[in-house]
């Protein structure tokens, strides 16, 4: 599924004493079927972008196109629904969000309560299990008798019970060590190469992640996407990117004259360089 922005803006407590504009005017177009990072510093963006793009915030001005689905600042409550049923969204530390009784009732409770038959929720519910390698010996445990990795997993297979078209990841491996971490990542690539209509969109400040696991890569810097690519357009920038400590301005303008020497067709979003 297709998720497009159109002059998107979004500013936090507008019109008080502390407004902040904290998305600038972002046109995007995030394909169908494709493993997105985005990537950017603290307060750059990330978090705020990923809640618009997934319907939890209204845009301030501008559009956000998922699929067939068009959000604005007119959108009724009503009209988000059919929306929150095609993308599923992983927070930090996912665990805190469960609250049933056993395993198997919190992993069932999301497609349940998105309208699928007990019996539909539990065979979405054991699928996702299996995926995320929760044993059934594990179905009638109260989910805060196991393992801190144990309960991330069923948190995680909570959200893919619901079978979301796109999947969003909000630094969802924060608090893992190396391992855990692999075995996380490796989880969300599995589900996604399961099957072709599945896209994962995932916000992070690790280029590591960005490197190994995205296809289109998208620099958050200021609420503005300052540059975005195919990984094979920009990934040789990477280690550039990173000495110079995110800092997207030299970036930016050094790909520009890249681009410019090479002809080649490395994406460079607008930006006004300074200096
Ligand atoms: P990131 O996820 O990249 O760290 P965020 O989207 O969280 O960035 O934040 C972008 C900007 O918006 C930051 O300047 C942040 O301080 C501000 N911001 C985020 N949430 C709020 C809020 N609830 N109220 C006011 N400002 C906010």
Not at 136 to 160: C, D, H, K, N, W
Not at 237 to 245: I, N
């Amino acid at each position: 599924m297709q998720i497009k922005t159109e002059a998107l803006n979004y500013t936090y407590k507008k019109n008080t004493p502390f407004e902040k504009k904290a998305i600038r005017d972002i046109n995007v177009t995030i394909p169908a079927n494709s493993f997105n990072v985005m990537i950017g510093k603290t307060g750059s963006g990330k978090s705020t972008l990923l809640q618009l793009l997934n319907g939890m915030l209204v845009p301030t001005s501008g559009n956000v196109v998922i699929g067939e689905y068009t959000i604005n600042s007119k959108i009724k409550k009503k009209s988000l629904h059919p929306i929150r049923k095609v993308v599923g969204t992983v927070f930090q530390n996912p665990e805190n969000q469960l609250f049933s009784d056993t395993v198997l009732q919190d992993v069932m409770y999301g497609p349940l309560n998105f309208g699928f038959t007990k019996r539909q929720s539990e065979a979405q519910a054991r699928e996702a299990m299996e995926l995320v390698g929760i044993a059934e010996s594990l179905f009638s445990r109260s989910p805060f008798q196991l393992s801190g990795g144990q309960m991330r997993r069923v948190a995680i297979a909570g959200v893919l019970a619901c079978q979301p078209k796109v999947l969003f990841l909000d630094e969802p491996t924060a608090g893992l060590d190396p391992q855990g971490h692999d075995d996380i990542m490796t989880l969300f690539q599995k589900w996604y190469k399961e099957r072709e209509d599945r896209s994962i969109i995932l916000i992070t400040h690790e280029m590591e992640d960005a490197a190994k696991y995205g296809d289109n890569i998208y620099i958050l810097h200021e609420g503005e996407i300052v540059l975005e690519g195919h990984r094979t357009e920009i990934f040789q920038q990477v280690e550039l990117l990173d000495k110079l400590g995110l800092d997207i301005p030299v970036a930016s303008r050094l790909l520009s004259k890249l681009k410019e020497a090479s002809g080649e067709n490395i994406a460079v979003a607008q930006y006004d360089v300074q200096g």
